[in-house]
């Protein structure tokens, strides 16, 4: 089953305090984001990997790292968090294939991983 | 700042009328736009993805994409209870894989 897996799904934790939310996928996507959904800002993306070892800063970069060391995986790290990162986190993977007409697209969100910051 | 609008409803629609979802972007250079549904609690799903001008058709649902106006939309047909949802625009600005979002609108389809 095609899956992109976070973890962790709910965390609390406590300004300053380094964590690391992981991603993973199963189905050999070249491209992994990082977004976070707010209230009244909707969604914007924090990262994005087009390969391994490749990533860029997507509109939200500021406060975040990842790396992409394997294809499967893209964590997303937050060296010191503070409370204006508490968001709801969507990781994603998509692939893009052309066809004889048209680019097909194939892309999974992760079920989200809602971070509160004391 | 590379904008997306969308407009923030209810939009709210009889059941079996067409849903007509607007998406407007302020970046000329924008390549590839995309449609996502997301219902209340869940991630969103990608719904179309469009890369040239004019319509591109999938089920019930349509996207319509005309760059010289820069608006993009998608038009649900035969609306469901079930299409009951905000849906999401999100435009590529060109480069690379990043992604730029509206706000998102949120469809009623009434029974």
């Known amino acids: 089953e095609a899956q992109v897996t976070q973890n962790p799904r709910y965390l609390i934790t406590v300004t300053g305090k380094k964590l690391t939310v992981t991603c993973s996928q199963n189905?050999?996507?070249?491209?992994m984001s990082w977004y976070r959904q707010d209230p009244g800002l909707g969604l914007r993306q924090i990262y994005y990997?087009?390969?391994?070892?490749?990533?860029d800063k997507g509109d939200v970069p500021e406060g975040y790292k990842v790396s992409r060391k394997e294809k499967r995986n893209f964590p997303l790290i937050l060296e010191s968090p503070s409370p204006n990162q508490t968001s709801l986190y969507f990781c994603?993977?998509?692939?893009?294939?052309?066809?004889?007409?048209?680019?097909?697209?194939?892309?999974?969100f992760g079920p989200g991983t809602r971070l509160l910051v004391l | 700042q590379k904008e997306v609008e969308q407009n923030s409803g209810p939009l709210s629609v009889p059941e079996g009328a067409i849903a007509s979802l607007n998406c407007t972007y302020s970046?000329?250079?924008?390549?590839?736009f995309f449609w996502y549904r997301q219902y209340s609690g869940k991630s969103p799903e990608l719904i179309m993805s469009i890369y040239s001008n004019g319509d591109k058709e999938d089920g019930r649902f349509t996207a319509q994409l005309n760059k010289a106006s820069q608006y993009v939309s998608l038009l649900i047909r035969d609306s469901q209870p079930s299409d009951s949802a905000t849906y999401l625009c999100?435009?590529?600005?060109?480069?690379?894989?990043?992604?730029?979002f509206g706000k998102g609108t949120s469809l009623l389809v009434t029974p």
């Open positions: 990997s087009m390969n391994v070892e490749v990533t």
């Open positions: 970046d000329r250079g924008s390549q590839s």
């Open positions: 999100a435009v590529n600005p060109g480069s690379g894989y990043a992604l730029n």
């Open positions: 189905m050999n996507h070249e491209y």
């Open positions: 994603a993977s998509s692939s893009f294939s052309p066809t004889r007409d048209r680019i097909q697209e194939t892309q999974y």
